[in-house]
């Protein structure tokens, strides 16, 4: 069992930067892989990065790609996700999430464990 536990979201103006931490416990192995995901409101649960824990290898949603930037520190088991230019369209609540198998896939289905969310929200 792995549990995850978000931190860092809040309220912020367009063009501001945040960092949301996710910070894993339990089981973990180096073949894992860590995914943000986010949910707007009334829409689904989209893709925003991942990052492979075997060689840090990291992938990026379009939309997000030369805005965010993932990463992993090994030390303290936590993943970050580092938003810069903020825009309003970045409003959600981000989830981070855990796939045992270590594909750091853009589809949610394949991460066993997920966080609780936290909300980031942009304003104009």
């Known amino acids: 069992q792995v549990h995850l536990v978000e931190s860092g979201g809040g309220l912020v103006r367009a063009g501001d930067s945040l960092r949301l931490s996710c910070a894993a416990s339990?089981?973990?192995?180096?073949?894992?892989?860590t995914g943000w995901f986010r949910q707007a409101p009334g829409k689904g649960r989209d893709f925003v990065a991942s990052i492979r824990w075997s060689d840090s290898r990291t992938y990026y949603a379009s939309s997000v790609q030369g805005r965010f930037t993932i990463s992993r520190d090994n030390a303290k088991n936590t993943v970050y996700l580092e938003m810069n230019s903020l825009r309003p369209e970045d409003t959600a609540v981000y989830y981070c999430?855990?796939?045992?198998?270590?594909?750091?896939?853009?589809?949610?289905?394949?991460?066993?464990?997920w966080g609780q969310g936290t909300q980031v929200t942009v304003s104009s």
């Open positions: 339990g089981r973990t192995t180096g073949s894992y892989a």
């Open positions: 999430a855990a796939d045992s198998r270590g594909s750091a896939s853009y589809a949610s289905a394949e991460y066993d464990y």
